[in-house]
């Protein structure tokens, strides 16, 4: 009876206080408030392209810059991953060759975005800056604007999920139909063609990886060799990324507000973990390098509140089925981000500049000194001169297998001029680090000189004899290295020789827009490379001469270090 009437007597009390307008409840209420602008930009910067969307929001976007030498050339590299669940799990993710390229020239852009493009050769896509909000998915889907009198809570600023990859689909095609009714100006219009234009969909597994590993803002040797972008020095997984580490003492239950976590180096957040990720492009296995023949479900990328560290790799790769026995397949921890692209054929210049690049493509060959023609022009030359229709259509059929041939061959030795480009300046700084430890030696040996000269003069026995000889041991095997490492480098000048000059000057921007970052070891790299390209001008200029072992000594190691 005690404890009854006690509890009698609190609920009382409970029931006689005033509602809870005290000052707590009030900042209670006052964190829980999202102001409308972090449910779809949260961080803002001023590399951001915005598309306009309903209710007065927007979908920031980031550009995607591909390197291009023309609209049939692509980007050529290995995307998946070595170790994103054991060996086991290899054909789900193995590192296999891929191509990327855009299908937006600078001129198609609309000319308030050119200034926050690249300089270079690219070509361009834009990918969603976060992972599509439950506020922007209900703007679309359903009208639904918010209510001025009334706040947005935080699940307006969390990604949508529980939808299936049609539904996906359907948003971005309600989404850019929106877009040409009331802001057609906002999308990209191809230069002289008023018919085609911008369009949103799903990014491919390949666009989608490239982002989210970086893009054009990290070195193209970390693109297919890293798992994971590069990283601010002394930051985590977790400082990018929202999942489930191994023994944290904290797990979330789900997924937290986009733009959360920090930005990859192309300023996309969220792309590892969160909520995992919707690609346009059906599963297949990965197998020898490649991509296998069966197309099955939908892919899944990047990972998400549920998953391990491993899941949340670029390259893993994990299949989704689009039904299952209770309809199309929704996840509580799945959502999507979409892409800005184009047709590939539209009018305007377009259709003349394809056809010159095709016409070119294949054809320049360089050939072994002992052919006496191009097999192409020969080709062409027998051609008006067949005598059957079936004979001329042989002939075209051997010109058409022998210019595919051409093309492969002109990729292949685009590749070896980019990697003796890439690798020769890594010599030419691995030569100026060979000298930077022979200086330091070389000031150990002067000490130690002096300390036994001193010693002497002093009646002293001072035993550096041992020392003595391990440094000049050691200045032995840094002379040795700076010679031997000459000598490679000259052979790598001469390498060039097999290189047409166009294909050789293409691989020199090439690789220093790879170094793109202002940090020390980038700028000495792009260095390095200006180096080396005015080697190879003294050799096509026939002068030998500068390319002694001394006049490279010279050139390449500074005064103070010799």
Known sequence: MKRASHAALFAICIALLPPLTFPAAAALKAKDEVRLVEAWNPVQDPADIVLPMPCGIGMAMRVAAVPAQGFLWDMESRFGCDNCGGQDRGYYDARHNTALSGPFAAADLPESWRAKLPKGQYHFYLIGKYEVSRLQWRSVMRNACPNPDEPLTPDDALPITGISWYEAVDFSARYTSWLLAKEPASLPHFQG??????????????????????????????????????????????????????????????????????????????????????????????????????????????????????????????????????????????????????????????????????????????????????????????????????????????????????????????????????????????????????????????????????????????????????????????????????????????????????VLDAAFEGVKDEQKQNDDFAQALRYRVDMYKRHVDLLRRGDRAALSRDRLNQDIIPERLR
């Open 193 to 502: 063609d008023a018919k085609n234009v911008g369009f949103l969909r799903l990014p491919t597994e390949v666009e989608w990886e490239y982002a989210a590993r970086g893009g054009h803002m990290v070195q193209r040797l970390s693109l297919s060799q890293e798992d994971f972008f590069p990283r601010e020095a002394g930051d985590n997984y977790t400082d990018y990324a929202v999942f489930r580490p191994e023994n944290a003492a904290r797990i979330e239950e789900k997924p937290l507000r986009i733009g959360s976590r920090k930005p990859n180096p192309l300023g996309l957040h969220d792309t590892a973990g969160n909520v995992a990720e919707m690609a346009l492009d059906p599963f297949r296995f990965s197998l020898g390098g490649r991509l296998h023949g069966t197309a099955g479900g939908f892919v899944r990328k990047g990972g998400s509140f549920l998953s391990g560290q491993l899941e949340i790799m670029p390259g893993r790769r994990e299949e989704v089925a689009f039904f299952q026995a209770d309809g199309p397949v929704r996840a509580k921890d799945l959502g999507f981000r979409l892409v800005l692209s184009g047709i590939n054929t539209p009018g305007g210049p377009r259709p003349d500049l394809l056809h010159r690049e095709w016409l070119k493509a294949g054809e320049q060959t360089t050939l072994p000194a002992d052919f006496q023609v191009n097999p192409l022009e020969e080709i062409d030359r027998l051609l008006p001169q067949a005598q059957s229709p079936s004979e001329k259509q042989r002939l075209q059929a051997l010109r058409a297998q022998i210019k595919d041939s051409n093309i492969v061959l002109e990729r292949q030795r685009a590749q070896a001029a980019l990697e003796l480009v890439r690798s020769s300046s890594y010599i030419l700084e691995s030569i100026h680090n060979y000298a930077i430890r022979r200086w330091e030696i070389k000031n150990k040996l002067t000490e130690l000189q002096k300390k036994k000269e001193e010693a002497v003069a002093k009646g002293l026995n001072l035993d550096v004899d041992d020392a003595l000889k391990s440094v000049l041991n050691s200045m032995n095997l840094m002379d040795k290295g700076v010679t031997a490492s000459l000598d490679y480098y000259r052979s790598r000048v001469e390498d060039s020789a097999v290189f047409p000059r166009d």
